[in-house]
């Protein structure tokens, strides 16, 4: 039997209001129970909530959501209560002291309208985004997945490759009959261009700003010799002391880490250790090495060093640092000239690395796929791919099978009568 569950669904109390979310098949009599009697569907009325010995535990407004058009696609019921904690905790024990009820566990309220197809993966994914979302660029992104954004076109590629499968077969089935057309080695006519034009649209998607950067910030590294700047120049980005400058060689020995939001861009920033070859003890030297383990997975270096010898590979910018000072390294092919204890260059840089990092992140309101949602398009494109250059009919429809499975898994969804509706629906098969 399923559970009842409820939980606070608002934030931690005081607050002016909390919502209490009660979500399964007793929630109508555990309602009931509280409010002396269950309320008209979908209209708010203020109840007197009663515990177990009939005390009063707080005047509020009751909802009785009937499922399946709910939230979770359970029966549903909502208390609105004054937002105490003391008021909270006494509902909440009255609450689990009923028949068939208990506390949710995190996620559950989500997980249940996923398992009742009120929401598919992508979407229960984009509202995960949602809750953690601390920049506009991050909260436009997530509300575009969890409104079902990437949901609609995988249905739309859903369609398109169900409509090939059901070509193939067809062909499979009936070969040789004079409602078939057949092209060469027995694939319908405009199968492989067909199957081109999905994956050449596929491949704009595979080419977007990916998620992670936007979730977990651009990731920009400081990286260069000791006592070239970087903690300083570190402190001014972020607009804190959080790194210990001195003049003493080697002072940053780990890698520091700093989120920020600069013109509403989410970054994360890191400080790094002196990078040098001699005279470093074995505490500097593990440094250093994650030093460069944080150059490499950066979206961009900024490097103080000495001009060309910093990063080969990746996006780095040559920035001349402490150009207050009148014994400062010449760069001439610097990008920024920046001065962190006169401020001289660092709105420029700062711009700089907003209008960088825009360009690439996904575009306000944009879909932005997650590792998860790129490897299984990529899993798409190439079954694609693999049918559109076979011969055999029998393989082709393989590779489509495998396509189907990546879509399934994209939205987290099992579909194995829609190809066959698809089939019946387009051929007028009745024999």
Not at 340 to 369: F, K, N, S, W, Y
Not at 386 to 407: G, H, I, K, N, P
């Amino acid at each position: 039997m399923i559970d009842t569950i409820f939980a606070l669904s608002s934030g931690a109390p005081p607050a002016g209001i909390a919502v209490i979310r009660v979500s399964g098949p007793e929630a109508g009599s555990a309602l009931a129970a509280m409010a002396g009697k269950l309320p008209l569907p979908r209209r708010a009325v203020l109840a007197e909530l009663r515990g177990t010995e009939g005390e009063l535990l707080d005047r509020a407004l009751a909802l009785w959501l009937p499922g399946p058009r709910t939230a979770t696609g359970e029966d549903c019921a909502e208390l609105h209560l004054h937002g105490g904690r003391a008021v909270v905790a006494a509902v909440e024990s009255a609450l689990a002291v009923l028949p068939g009820l208990r506390r949710a566990e995190p996620g559950e309220f989500t997980r249940r309208a996923f398992a009742n197809g009120r929401i598919d993966l992508a979407e229960a994914e984009g509202l995960a985004d949602v809750l953690t979302a601390e920049t506009e660029l991050q909260r436009r992104a997530a509300m575009a997945m969890a409104g079902g954004a990437l949901s609609q076109h995988v249905a739309g590629w859903r369609a398109r490759v169900l409509a090939l499968s059901a070509a193939l077969e067809a062909a499979l089935d009936f070969a040789g009959d004079d409602d078939i057309d057949e092209g060469a080695g027995g694939l319908p006519d405009g199968f492989a261009a067909a199957s081109d034009a999905l994956v050449e649209e596929l491949a704009t998607w595979l080419a977007r700003p990916r998620a992670e950067p936007l979730r977990e910030g651009f990731r920009v590294v400081l990286a260069g010799p000791p006592n070239a700047g970087k903690s300083t120049l570190f402190n001014a980005l972020v607009e804190d002391e959080a790194a210990i400058t001195a003049s003493e060689p080697g002072t940053t020995r780990d890698v520091l880490v700093r989120a920020v939001a600069l013109g509403g861009v989410p970054f994360t920033f890191v400080d790094t250790a002196g990078l040098r070859g001699e005279g470093a003890g074995e505490i500097e030297r593990i440094g250093i090495a994650r030093a460069y383990a944080e150059a490499e997975r950066a979206d961009l270096v900024l490097w103080l060093g000495p001009e060309g010898t910093g990063p080969r590979e990746g996006a780095v910018w040559e920035v001349a640092a402490q150009c207050d000072r009148g014994d400062a390294p010449v760069k001439h092919g610097a990008r920024h000239r920046v001065s962190a204890l006169t401020g001289e260059g660092l709105q420029d840089l700062r711009a700089g690395l907003i209008e960088h990092a825009r360009a690439a992140l996904p575009a306000p309101g944009d879909v932005a796929l997650n590792a998860r949602q790129h490897g299984l398009l990529g899993d798409l494109a190439e079954a694609l791919r693999e049918a559109a250059l076979q011969t055999d009919a029998l393989l082709a429809a393989e590779s489509l099978r495998l396509a189907r499975v990546a879509l399934d898994r994209l939205v987290g969804r099992a579909g194995t009568e829609d190809m066959l509706d698809a089939l019946f629906g387009r051929f007028c098969i009745g024999k």
